[in-house]
């Protein structure tokens, strides 16, 4: 306890402090032209490192070398004015951020030009919605010639358009040279940009290397410690990992005699949309003969390749007749949630392969399908 109210409200309180340790031991090298990844939980100390990094915060022990000039994309447009216009302010940031008065004036048109903001040039920044500032502050921030970029997921509240637009600034800033440290809590976006990332959790590094190592053990650690997804019927929904081995296991009990049973479960996805069928039975397989009390477990197992989200399996029991008979039916009393690294946007993430070849010149005016 610091204060008399305290002693007051709570006077058989101990007094004493506890120290919390934001990073400990975090250590690790950022090569030249590298675009580095940094993940990790809320509270992991994520932004806390960058904020060392940049030096708006210092630390106890260790040292953080750098080379080069270093521009920090950690909270965008904190040095604007809200009284003053655009040009004022594009070039009050463009100078705090290392320009000469003489270049960031000369930079303004560019600045207004990519943040799109032509029409609103003249009025004060007060009256800009929250995307305009985060537009406007981007702008001038990548008119810095900089050798290493920190950025700490602050283009979150832009539009899709925007952000897009922005990724475009960064792949080219990579294919520059430019050295980039990225925060972020988008796996997609570790695995699709960066060379190498790490995961922090509780200010220590507990996995660090190749994106898609690092993305899986980010997903992993959610899955254990977070607050689990619920089923319908509010129990927790089991998680699995896209790209590994994935096993459905059914135990039958039979209330009746029953020649060569079958099993085929419908996996559908949120939108009803059946995406996977697998199952036991087939005209030319026979399983047996079961007698009234038996049980069987069925089991069907396939790599994963599901795109992430929340998945019902359609249960099916049947037996081997004149085609097959359906014995009993189970229709989503149950849920699966898969996480993965990647995204596509389609129902299931096939692994392809891709490829980019100049094509020969030619005088042939039109293509020709064959």
């Avoid at 390749?305 to 004149?322: E, K």
């Amino acid at each position: 306890m610091h204060t008399l109210k305290e002693r007051v409200l709570h006077p058989l309180r101990r007094s004493g402090q506890h120290l919390f340790s934001a990073l400990e031991d975090a250590s690790f090298d950022v090569r030249e032209g590298e675009f580095f990844g940094v993940v990790g939980r809320n509270g992991s100390g994520k932004s806390t490192l960058l904020k060392c990094l940049a030096g708006i915060y210092s630390a106890d022990r260790g040292n953080i070398w750098l080379r080069g000039r270093m521009s920090p994309f950690i909270e965008l447009g904190v040095g604007f004015n809200p009284d003053l216009a655009a040009r004022d302010n594009v070039v009050l940031n463009g100078i705090m951020l290392g320009l000469t008065p003489k270049e960031a004036r000369a930079r303004y048109e560019h600045v207004i030009e990519f943040a799109e903001l032509e029409e609103f040039q003249d009025l004060k920044l007060k009256n800009y919605s929250s995307g305009m500032h985060v537009r406007l502050a981007f702008s001038v921030a990548i008119q810095v010639d900089a050798d290493v970029l920190l950025i700490d997921e602050v283009l979150a509240v832009g539009d899709a358009a925007f952000q897009q637009k922005c990724f475009d600034v960064f792949n080219r800033l990579r294919d520059e040279g430019t050295t980039i440290v990225l925060v972020t809590h988008d796996m997609n976006a570790v695995t699709r940009f960066c060379h190498r990332a790490v995961l922090l959790e509780r200010g220590k590094i507990v996995a660090s290397g190749e994106p898609e190592h690092v993305a899986n053990h980010y997903l992993e650690l959610n899955f254990n410690r977070d607050a689990p997804e619920l089923a319908a019927d509010g129990t927790q929904a089991p998680m699995y990992l896209q790209g590994h081995e994935f096993r459905f296991c059914a135990r039958v009990e039979f209330v009746q005699e029953v020649e060569d049973p079958g099993l085929t479960v419908d996996f559908e996805n949120d939108e009803k949309v059946k995406v996977l069928v697998a199952g036991t039975a087939r005209e030319h397989e026979r399983s047996g003969r079961f007698a009234a009390g038996e049980q069987a477990v069925f089991s069907v197992a396939f790599t994963n390749l599901l795109a992430p989200g929340r998945y019902y399996p359609i249960v099916t029991v049947s037996r081997l007749g004149r085609g097959l008979e359906i014995l009993d039916r189970s229709a989503r009393e149950i849920s699966i949630v898969v996480q993965g690294s990647t995204a596509e946007g389609g129902v299931v993430d096939l692994p392809v392969r891709a490829a980019i070849e100049r094509a020969p010149s030619s005088d042939r005016r039109h293509a020709e399908v064959g």
